[in-house]
């Protein structure tokens, strides 16, 4: 379960997807997230489950590779699922067995929910697979940039965000290597119930936080060596500057909420 969470890895490319501006991406992100949070119709979230589908085909990235990071939030989608049910009252009764009733509009909420998140991790891990940690640094910065006149520390947030974003798919791999060392001494993280399941991983959590803490101070020590000191008078070396397949982005992203919003309004 832990090698199937693809949030946080790059899949190296040479695709339309990958070659966009990391500010457009970052934005179109934003963007994304506001008309998937607008959807309040069954069908409509067709429109922009087929928009993610188009870019996951134009970004040359195998289909089930980003539907794999999925597998890992499998029971947090059901719980999520399952919690809605119960949470909304209004609406009117479907299901009543002794204290517990059911509305039709808990079972809709129940549904929204889920599919928003489906689609908000699917968009999220896009962004990072075609975007490299540093592209995604440099994009965030110039975005947050404006705010250093207010003395915002742009650049420090910036690298920070991605690093941590970095380290995900590090931790993961560690997570991967004490997993296998205490398999070989006979651990068993397959069998048993949830619960049970998740009472095995508590001897994985002590070795791996060690580890973080030697990564994070490992990668301070190499950061203070090389004479970092923030981005005051830092140059890159690939200056960042929108294209015409930025442009064409920012025109996918009109049409996607134009056909959203009319879907909207149309649909009963």
Known sequence: MIKDITLGQYFPG???????????????MIAYIVIVFLVTKTPVFII????AAICIYLARVPFGYVIRSLKPIRFLLVFMFIVNLFMVRTGKTVIAF?????????????????????LLLVGTSLMTLTTTPIALTDGLER???PLSKIHFPAHELAM?????LRFIPTLIEEADKIM??????????????????????????????VSAFRRADELAMAMESRCYHGGEGRTRMNVLKFGRGDGAAA??????????VAAQKLLP
């Open 143 to 145: 975005l947050l940039m």
């Open 160 to 164: 920070m965000m991605t690093i941590a």
């Open 180 to 209: 296998k060392a205490q398999m070989a001494r006979g651990a068993d993280f397959e069998s048993g119930n949830l619960i049970k399941r998740a009472r095995n991983m508590i001897p994985i959590l002590v070795p791996l936080f």
């Open 251 to 260: 025109a996918a992203f009109i049409v996607l909420t134009a056909l959203t």
């Open 98 to 118: 002794w204290i517990i009733s059911i509305t039709d509009e808990a079972i809709k909420q129940s549904v929204y929910i889920t599919l928003r998140l489906v």
């Open 48 to 51: 922009p489950a087929l928009f």
């Open 14 to 28: 040479n695709s339309a997807i990958h070659r966009l501006d990391p500010r457009t991406k970052l934005l179109g």
